[in-house]
């Protein structure tokens, strides 16, 4: 059975790039080679540690507890991980409990998310091993480790599926992903402060020592510490952290099965349908003209974003980024600069526009089949999300200002931010009918992730949109060099020309959208409707 299980998943993960077309197989080609670059550079690295035992116990200890970490916590921030592994896929089927564990634990091995998984732990492996014959013992830790992640993450997935398939469970998710984002600012802004005390880095070695020393009695620090254990012919530590690895091995072993038993005999308790959140149903907006359309598209956003955890999630991490990560994060003048990452994500909001929406986009293309009513749906979206991202991108660049004494500046940086934004968003927005992709309309199973096939329009309009807005800032851009170099009079000219331009790019391709729009109907509904089949 379990050879059945990692057949099926390996047929599932190939067949997809078989029935690729060539240039996505191309491009998927190329990602592979990327992230294998990447993953060897990061192997390589560990490797290197290998003459350095302490160096070498201190880096792996802290990397497979945060790997630990991720596997449990991704699926719940991100709601979904892999569909192939979903065990209500299973139910109906004569198997036990022990079998379909065995089962989706191979499957859970086959694919590239292990393989990246199993290449870094190599390297690590290696790094632990001071002397060769250590390496065996090293190897066998590194897979404990793997089997570790999976076991304890699918249980984890398992035991809050019923939960996450409501809105107060994706609540929970966007509370629990603020919180980690917080915490990453929070470490990043510590190891700052402890480098720049230290001056060489001592001091941010000590602290990383210091807590190597106490994750070491976890799980994952006990599986790291085994090779150094055996060396130095420490029976006692090595016997306590054998015992600790194995306990929790087989205590998300045991999770996992009751999870599973509970999943598949119980119904969850959802609650999809609510009332209609605010005064939503009183806005008094009309859709007969240009500005009602406008107007209506705004309120419709807004009540969406208020009443959907996955839509907020987003513009809480935008505040965080243009507020808070330049703040603790980049240190001395010019971190008033760091808000256009922030000032491009703003713009991201304004992405896949018809996607959101699945097959209900038909009901748009028969109330708003024309031109005008078209190009208002298309202005509306970018009104909602251009409204809040300035005021977000005029207070972070102020307060990074008022904080660094960079107040002569902010015309030249806030020039940069809005165009940036302003671009980002014309450009995502006339994507959104030029390359639609399919979003998943069902939030019902927590293993759900992308559709296949749609990730690389996905990608490729997310940095379509980087690009171009890269381009309306240009002109932002130059001022502000101008006015670093020549003048600072020439900032208050980017201050004026940057938004200028953003504005004028967000006219001409709000037409050029409801012209796209109008013209490809069948197709981007064709495109989008995938996402309530799947």
């Known amino acids: 059975m379990v050879g059945v299980f990692a057949g099926l998943k390996w047929r599932l993960v190939s067949s997809r790039f078989r029935h690729s077309n060539g240039a996505s197989k191309a491009w998927q080609i190329i990602g592979w080679c990327a992230a294998a670059l990447v993953l060897l550079v990061i192997a390589v690295g560990l490797m290197a540690l290998r003459t350095h035992p302490v160096a070498a116990r201190t880096v792996v200890i802290s990397l497979f507890t945060l790997q630990m970490v991720s596997w449990v916590l991704a699926p719940l921030v991100a709601f979904g991980i892999d ?46 091993s001071s002397s060769w014959t250590l390496l065996p013992i090293a ?80 799980p994952n620090g006990a599986l790291a510490a085994i090779p150094s254990f055996v060396e130095e012919a420490r029976w006692v530590h090595l016997v306590v952290a054998v015992l600790t690895a194995a306990a929790a091995i087989r205590l998300g072993w045991w999770w996992w099965s009751v999870a599973l038993q509970k999943s598949m005999t119980t119904s969850p308790s959802t609650s999809e349908a609510s009332a209609p959140a605010g005064r939503a149903g009183s806005s008094g907006a009309v859709a007969d003209s240009l500005g009602g359309m406008v107007a209506l598209i705004v309120a419709r956003d807004r009540v969406l974003t208020w009443r959907d955890p996955m839509r907020r999630i987003p513009w809480l991490m935008v505040v965080a980024l243009a507020v808070i990560w330049p703040l603790l994060v980049i240190r001395g003048h010019g971190s008033l600069y760091a808000v256009a990452f922030a000032a491009v994500m703003v713009g991201m909001q304004a992405g896949n526009q018809f996607g959101v929406e ?28 251009a409204v809040p991202g300035t005021v977000i991108v005029v207070l972070a660049v102020l307060l990074q200002a008022f904080f660094r004494g960079d107040l002569r500046r902010v015309p030249a940086a806030l020039g940069i931010c809005l165009a940036l934004m302003l671009g980002s968003i014309a450009l995502i927005g006339y994507l959104s009918a030029r390359l639609p992709y399919a979003m998943r309309q069902s939030r019902k199973s927590m293993f759900a992730n992308g559709l296949p096939g749609q990730k690389g329009r996905n990608t490729a309009t997310v940095l379509a949109a980087v690009g171009g807005g890269l381009v309306v800032a240009l002109p932002a851009i130059g001022l502000a060099v101008l006015a670093v170099t020549v003048a600072p ?5 980017g201050l004026v020309v940057g938004p200028l331009c953003g504005v004028v790019a967000i006219v001409v391709m709000s037409s050029w959208t409801a012209t796209t729009y109008l013209d490809r109907m069948p197709e981007i509904l064709g495109t989008v409707a995938l996402g309530d089949r799947s």
């Open 83 to 128: 569909e192939t592994v979903d065990p209500m896929r299973f139910a109906l089927l004569p198997l036990t409990t022990g079998v379909l564990q065995r089962g989706l634990l191979a499957a859970s091995l086959v694919g590239y998310l292990p393989l990246a998984n199993a290449l870094v732990l190599i390297g690590a492996a290696v790094a632990l």
């Open 139 to 218: 190897l066998l830790c590194a897979v404990a480790q793997l089997g570790l992640c999976m076991v304890v993450s699918r249980a984890a997935s398992t035991a809050m599926s019923g939960l996450m398939s409501g809105r107060r469970g994706r609540d929970l998710g966007m509370v629990i992903g603020s919180l980690l984002f917080l915490l990453y600012l929070g470490l990043s802004f510590a190891l700052n402060r402890a480098g720049a005390s230290s001056g060489s880095g001592a001091s941010l070695g000590s602290g990383a020592r210091a807590l190597s020393q106490v994750l070491l009695w976890g």
């Open 358 to 385: 699945g097959t209900g986009v038909w009901l748009h293309m028969v109330a708003f089949a024309d031109r005008t009513r078209a190009r208002g749906e298309a202005l509306g979206h970018a009104v909602f999300v």
């Open 489 to 493: 009079g020439w900032g208050w000219v």
